[in-house]
């Protein structure tokens, strides 16, 4: 719970299941990481996470590149999300975020998935916006 840890340089490769979780008030920092080629979900946010995602490159995972329902709210930014077999983005029930110079290519259900049941989602400055 609560949990601050700093990811940074590294490869999220291959897993059988989600590449990064952050969940139960988790916070930290995922930087100029490679995350690909996960089961799952490249990174999934959840009740309550809210870690900060930059300079990462986020590709070719299973499901959405970045998940985000029930209370998470994270900060994602200068990423490349791309070549997922889902959405780029999803964000579900009570799920947050703000989105700033991302770019999101080549993901199978598109750049983004906003459910109606989402909160506040600001983006700024991703390609494609919409």
């Known amino acids: 719970t609560g949990g601050n840890p700093t990811v940074r340089d590294c490869e999220i490769r291959d897993g059988k299941d989600t590449g990064a979780f952050v969940y139960d008030q988790g916070q930290g920092t995922?930087?100029?990481?490679?995350?690909?080629g996960n089961a799952g979900v490249g990174v999934q946010i959840m009740t309550g996470g809210n870690p900060t995602v930059r300079d990462c490159v986020i590709s070719g995972n299973t499901k959405a590149g970045?998940?985000?329902s029930i209370g998470g709210n994270p900060v994602v930014r200068d990423c490349e999300i791309r070549d997922g077999k889902d959405a780029g983005?999803?964000?579900?029930?009570q799920g947050q975020g703000t989105f700033t110079g991302n770019t999101?290519?080549?993901n199978a259900r598109g750049a983004w998935d906003i459910e109606a049941t989402a909160g506040t989602v600001t983006r700024t400055g991703n390609t494609p916006n919409g």
């Open 30 to 36: 995922i930087q100029q990481c490679v995350i690909s």
């Open 66 to 68: 970045v998940s985000i």
């Open 89 to 93: 983005v999803i964000v579900g029930v």
């Open 104 to 106: 999101l290519t080549g």
